[in-house]
């Protein structure tokens, strides 16, 4: 049965799992894997993040076949473990969605590991860390700014970035005109930016309130002083 991924050129897949290579070395060599073992909390944190990411992606919905729609919870993990850990738990997270998708539909689709690591998980990624680091420089540390600014914005921004760049590609292939996947896709975007931007500030409001020392981007001493 012809698939939707089945109309990506090789070299793009190929392309994409070399470049993934070098982000994950990256994250892996300057993670802190010794604070890892010793924090109890910071494993569990690392193994619930796995497994929720690879809930939420595996739960889908779409009116065409590779334009689903889902959450992502990007800014939650990052600006909860860091750019580097969230990198790791990012490649677990799609490993596990894959083997699950394999499970309902029979189907063991490997190749897109690497496209569906590096486009659609490490880039919109990167990008949380980024915005982070320009409302962290740029505006006031307050714990408001911080929550709605750099957890509610951040995520439904990441939410648009990962939506058009997924649809960039599959268009730049010739697998739907730029009309279907706006009538179909892209129009609907603000639909979910905001429920990911919800979601994702109420968990990192929740954080900064109850349990700010989980947060490895939040500094007590800069936001409450």
Known sequence: MTTWYDALPGWLLILCAVLSVPILVWALRGSNWQAMQQHWMAQHLFAGSVLVMSLMWTGSAGVLPGLEFYLLGYTAVVLMM??????????????????????????????LLG???????????????????????????????????????????????????????????????????WHNYLRYLPLMMFPEGVINGMFIAGMVAFHPLWLSTFDEDSYFH
Not at 82 to 108: D, N, P, T
Not at 147 to 153: D, E, K, P, Q
């Open 82 to 111: 860091g750019i580097r850990l969230a990198l790791v738990a990012a490649l677990l997270a799609q490993g596990f969605s894959l083997l699950m998708q394999a499970w309902i539909e029979g189907e063991w689709v490997w190749q």
């Open 115 to 181: 496209y569906r690591y590096l486009l659609q998980t490490a880039i919109p990624m990167l990008f949380v860390y980024g915005f982070y680091r320009w409302v962290y420089l740029r505006l006031a540390h307050n714990p408001f700014v911080y929550m709605l600014v750099a957890g509610f914005l951040n995520a439904g921004f990441t939410h648009a970035v990962a939506d058009i760049l997924h649809s960039l590609i599959l268009w730049s292939c010739d697998l739907y005109s730029w009309g279907d996947i």
